[in-house]
Nanobody, 120 residues
């Protein structure tokens, strides 16, 4: 099983980026998948988690209304559309399997992340 994120870069505040994640070794649409991020000197923060069972998507409060998760199961690819970016969104973003565990979203089996830097 592999997950590979791409699409990061440097953008000014207010700008947009679309992250992509290509998966292999499993069937998209059958596992909960999502994104988390890690900023320097900060812990891991779950950004989104899509649950195919009920079609729901979790977003952390700070990105609601700005970030959108979507996927193309035929291409084994998921995306994170990020609009109205803020400097506090600066982090390395990872795609991973996700699950809700005792009220917290946990992430497993992530691959190489992609750096997102938002300048003010």
């Amino acid at each position: 099983v592999q997950l590979q994120a791409s699409g990061g870069g440097l953008v000014q505040a207010g700008g947009s980026l679309r992250l992509s994640c290509t998966g292999s070794g499993f069937t998209f649409g059958t596992y909960a998948i999502g994104w988390f991020r890690q900023a320097p000197l900060k812990g891991r923060e779950g950004v989104s988690c899509y649950s195919p069972g009920d079609g729901s998507t979790y977003y952390v409060e700070s990105v609601k209304g700005r970030f959108t998760f979507f996927s193309d199961n035929a291409e084994n690819t998921m995306y994170l559309q990020m609009n109205s970016l803020k400097p506090e969104d600066t982090a390395v973003y990872y795609c991973a399997f996700c699950r809700l565990d005792r009220g917290e979203y946990e992430y497993d089996q992530w691959g190489q992340g992609t750096q997102v830097t938002v300048s003010s």
